[in-house]
C-alpha cells in the first residue's frame, strides 16, 4: 500500500503525467518494417505502440525487432524491410493500465517498464505514463512532502552501547 499522503501528492491531476495519443509515436499492423523504421529513427524513441486503424492498441514495436530482421540476411538492403509487416515481429501487450490514478500498480510496472500504454475499457489506446513523467512527480514529491505534512520520524529502539 502506498502512504495516503504520498499518493495524494503524486495523485494530484493526473491527466498531466498521461502523454496524450496525438503527441505519441505509433506504427499500424499492416505497416511494414521499412515504414516502421523510418518511424523509430525520426522519432528517437527505441519503442512504440502499434495500433489498429480503429486505435485499438495491437502490441508493442522495439528498434531491435526491426535491426535483428534487417541483420538476419548477410548484406540486407533496408528495401527487404518491405516484405515484412509489424504484425509479423511485433510484441504483445504485457502490462498497460486503464486507470491512470491507478498509482500503485502504475511505480510497481514503471520498475521494469519504460512506459505504460493507457486504454479504455475497449482497449482503445488513449496515451501512454512513461517513467519520466512519474519520475517528474517523485521528484516534486520529494522537495514539496514537508510543505504539506508534518513528517516525524518514529521512535526505534537504538541499540544498547
Ligand atoms: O525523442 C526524444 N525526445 C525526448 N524528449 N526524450 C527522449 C527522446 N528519445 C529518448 N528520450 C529519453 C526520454 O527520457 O530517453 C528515455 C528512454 O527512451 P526510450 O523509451 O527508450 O525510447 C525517455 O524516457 P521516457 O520519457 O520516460 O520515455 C520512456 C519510453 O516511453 C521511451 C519510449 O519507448 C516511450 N515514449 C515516450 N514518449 C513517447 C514514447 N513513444 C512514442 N511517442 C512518444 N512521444
Redo the contacts with the bound molecule.
Sequence with gaps: MIDAAVEQLLRQDPKSYV?PAE????VTATNTLEHALMVLSK???????VLAPDDHLQGLLALSDVTDNLLRVPGAAVENLNQILVSDVMRPVTHWVDDPTKLEKILNLLVDE??LPLVDDQMVFQG?I????I?KRVNYLAHNLNRQYTVTPKMVDTPAN
Design positions: 502523454i503527441v505519441v509515436a505509433n522519432v528517437g524513441y527505441t519503442r512504440i505502440p519504460p512506459f501512454i512513461t517513467r519520466r513523467e519520475l
